[in-house]
């Protein structure tokens, strides 16, 4: 019989039943199944890497490379600054131009009904004249 010294944890885990609803659980393949047993070490592993505290030194290198990406990000936060006080310039000016325009043709909308009303007034006038 084999010696169960050093396996305090080896309970079987439980598994995916495929039979039940025809497939793998969300997120794991066939082949992520594995056989149904983690034991010590191995789930001591899979609990401890994701929860380590990344390394704290930082070597020259990448000092560098983050201080290249901080410049080169605020250069284009600048720029993207200046598009943005263009784009808006120009919308401004386009804007503007419009109103312009839509108040110009009011004026001359306003103009030609008064011209049309004079004219009627006129033709009214003239219809009086030859009744008379």
Same mark, same amino acid.
């Given at each position: +019989? %084999?010696?169960?010294a050093g396996r305090t944890n080896c309970a079987p885990q439980r598994r995916w039943d495929s039979s039940t609803d025809g497939g793998s659980p969300p997120g794991l393949a066939a082949v992520d199944r594995g056989t149904g047993f983690e034991c010590g &070490?191995?789930?001591e592993r899979k609990e401890?890497? %994701?929860d380590a505290? %990344? %390394?704290t030194a930082v070597s020259p290198a990448t000092a560098? &490379?983050?201080a290249? *990406?901080?410049k080169h990000m605020a250069r284009y936060? *600048?720029?993207e600054m200046k598009i943005q006080a263009w784009e808006n310039w120009r919308r401004q000016k386009a804007e503007l131009q419009m109103k312009t325009t839509e108040a110009k043709a009011e004026r +001359?909308? *306003? *103009?030609t009904q008064e011209k049309m009303v004079s004219k009627m007034a006129s033709a009214q006038a003239a219809a009086r004249e030859k009744r008379a």
């Amino acid at each position: +019989m %084999p010696s169960t010294a050093g396996r305090t944890n080896c309970a079987p885990q439980r598994r995916w039943d495929s039979s039940t609803d025809g497939g793998s659980p969300p997120g794991l393949a066939a082949v992520d199944r594995g056989t149904g047993f983690e034991c010590g &070490d191995a789930q001591e592993r899979k609990e401890s890497a %994701p929860d380590a505290p %990344p %390394p704290t030194a930082v070597s020259p290198a990448t000092a560098w &490379d983050a201080a290249e *990406r901080t410049k080169h990000m605020a250069r284009y936060r *600048r720029e993207e600054m200046k598009i943005q006080a263009w784009e808006n310039w120009r919308r401004q000016k386009a804007e503007l131009q419009m109103k312009t325009t839509e108040a110009k043709a009011e004026r +001359m909308k *306003r *103009r030609t009904q008064e011209k049309m009303v004079s004219k009627m007034a006129s033709a009214q006038a003239a219809a009086r004249e030859k009744r008379a």
